[in-house]
């Protein structure tokens, strides 16, 4: 048993280590954490935020950008992101005691609740995201992948992107992995852009387009394997708020 433990450890530490190497270094990553305003102090907050952002956190690769949640779990809620960046930077990021200070005694006081302090890294490989297409209004689905199925989660989306790729859509598709285990089921999130709301009034032709592409009554095989892989999903509607952030919005 004690031979079968180190055998199990070794090839673990052996997966680790190539998965490492032979990642890119060039990657994106974005920090990202809710903030629940205190509803009396929402201008206040709105200044305190202002400005912090455009003092420390105007510059890449350390840029902050504010979105607020209209619709699910967080509705209301105020999502600072500071990117894109590496784990390396990360280590040089703004970390003055004038930087900790102005956070704490002129953001956090205006702040009732902080969650979801997390760590995405992008998806370029099953990803579709057109040049100029960067709109401020995102539907963000996130997925619980059950144990294991991750890998055909993956494959499903290889198959959605190249539908995206072929039909050149001009709306953006893009794919985020959490970097770090947690029990909030966040595992992979979907950030899909729209230039407006009108657009939920037009006609849906994805799945028709989906089966032009991968041949008829595919659609039903994606949602044979869909149900198979993921646990659960909403989604998350958010806008982009460029003054209260820093740097570009497209960053």
């Known amino acids: 048993m004690k031979k079968l433990s180190t055998v199990i450890i070794s090839i673990m ?10 990642e890119e270094t060039d990657y994106k990553m974005y920090q990202m954490i809710y903030l629940k ?16 952002n455009k003092t ?33 930077e990360l280590d040089s990021r ?20 902080v969650s979801e302090g997390e760590y995405w890294k992008y998806d370029e490989k099953v990803s579709h995201s057109p040049e100029g297409a960067f709109s401020g209004k995102e539907i963000w689905s996130m997925y619980d992948i059950k144990p294991f199925e991750g890998y055909r989660f993956t494959a499903l989306l290889e ?14 598709f893009q794919v985020y992995r959490t970097q770090f285990s947690s ?10 852009g729209f230039k407006n709301w009108a657009f939920f009034d ?19 095989k994606f949602f044979e394997e869909y149900r198979e892989v993921v646990e659960s999903t909403y989604d998350e509607v958010s806008v982009y708020v460029p003054e209260l952030s820093g740097g570009s919005d497209e960053e």
């Open 13 to 22: 530490c052996f997966v680790f280590f190539s998965f490492s190497q032979e």
């Open 94 to 113: 703004p970390d003055t005691e004038e930087h900790l200070a102005d956070w704490r005694d002129k953001v956090m006081p205006y702040v009732e609740d």
């Open 56 to 88: 420390y956190h105007n510059e890449k690769p350390y840029t902050a950008h504010i979105w607020m949640a209209s619709t699910g779990p967080h509705t209301g809620e105020w999502v600072w992101v500071m990117g894109p960046l590496t784990y390396t």
């Open 202 to 220: 037009e006609e849906d032709n994805f799945w028709k387009d989906y089966e032009e592409v991968h041949g008829e009554g595919s659609k039903w």
């Open 159 to 172: 198959k959605v992107v190249e539908v995206y790729k072929e039909k050149n859509y001009p709306n953006y």
């Open 183 to 192: 029990a909030s089921g966040r595992d992979i999130a979907i950030a899909f």
């Open 37 to 52: 305003p205190k509803t009396d102090k929402l201008k206040e907050l709105g200044e305190a935020m202002a400005n912090h």
